[in-house]
T-cell receptor
Framework: EVQLVESGGGLVQPGRSLRVSCAASGFTFEDYAMHWVRQAPGKGLEWVSGINWNSGRTGYADSVQGRFTISRDSATNSLFLQMNTLRSEDTALYYCARESSSGWHFDLWGRGTLITVSS | QSALTQPRSVSGSPGQSVTISCTGTSSDVGYYNYVSWYQQHPGKAPKLVIYDVSKRPSGVPDRFSGSKYGNTASLTISGLQAEDEADYYC??????????FGTGAKVTVL
């Protein structure tokens, strides 16, 4: 089955770090660019970060630039998001999303992992 | 990276058509033909319904259509059905490997 499964969410204190993961299955992971998109409770979608197929190109939203790092491991078909210096405004459901083979849009989504930043 | 502007809500009766606008800038929507639209039902992950401004993925009903003029993209749902009630988000590539989503619009079927 073609799917993305996120993990690693939870409650974390402001200023601390957390790494979330996304396990891909059912497709050739190394052929696709991958992204993280988040949604704060009751709010809209926000693109967070993206990485191309060979990790040669990455991008970040201004709101996380310098604090978050995206990476991937083709050996384990996994996508990661290392989040440092977390803030209360980072509280959200974090979705892993696959960029279509034709590029520029997201054709497969996970169910998300919830991160709550609070003391 | 400012969010694209969408109306907060739109509504229509079954069988009618509704159009959701998505206004960006000459650096995103106006520059790239990489506007996509996503449908999100409560508690569910987003689902792609339109990509590259006006293309429909397989399996998406042809009552969903997209267009763009200048810095504004639009999603039209024709022959509105109860199952179309959901939140809809536009998204555009914004250059330098960044993307931007719209503020989201809630579609209500009266």
């Amino acid at each position: 089955e073609v799917q993305l499964v996120e993990s690693g969410g939870g409650l974390v204190q402001p200023g601390r770090s957390l790494r979330v993961s996304c396990a891909a299955s059912g497709f050739t992971f190394e052929d696709y660019a991958m992204h993280w998109v988040r949604q704060a409770p009751g709010k809209g979608l926000e693109w967070v970060s993206g990485i191309n197929w060979n990790s040669g190109r990455t991008g970040y939203a201004d709101s996380v630039q310098g604090r978050f790092t995206i990476s991937r491991d083709s050996a384990t078909n996994s996508l990661f998001l290392q989040m440092n210096t977390l803030r209360s405004e980072d509280t959200a459901l974090y979705y892993c999303a696959r960029e279509s083979s034709s590029g520029w849009h997201f054709d497969l989504w996970g169910r998300g992992t919830l991160i709550t930043v609070s003391s | 990276q400012s969010a694209l502007t969408q109306p907060r809500s739109v509504s229509g009766s079954p069988g009618q058509s509704v159009t959701i606008s998505c206004t960006g800038t000459s650096s995103d929507v106006g520059y790239y033909n990489y506007v996509s639209w996503y449908q999100q039902h409560p508690g569910k992950a987003p689902k792609l319904v339109i990509y590259d401004v006006s293309k429909r993925p397989s399996g998406v009903p042809d009552r969903f259509s997209g267009s763009k003029y200048g810095n504004t993209a639009s999603l039209t749902i024709s022959g509105l059905q109860a199952e179309d009630e959901a939140d809809y988000y536009c998204c555009s590539y914004a250059g330098t490997y960044t993307w931007v989503f719209g503020t989201g619009a809630k579609v209500t079927v009266l």
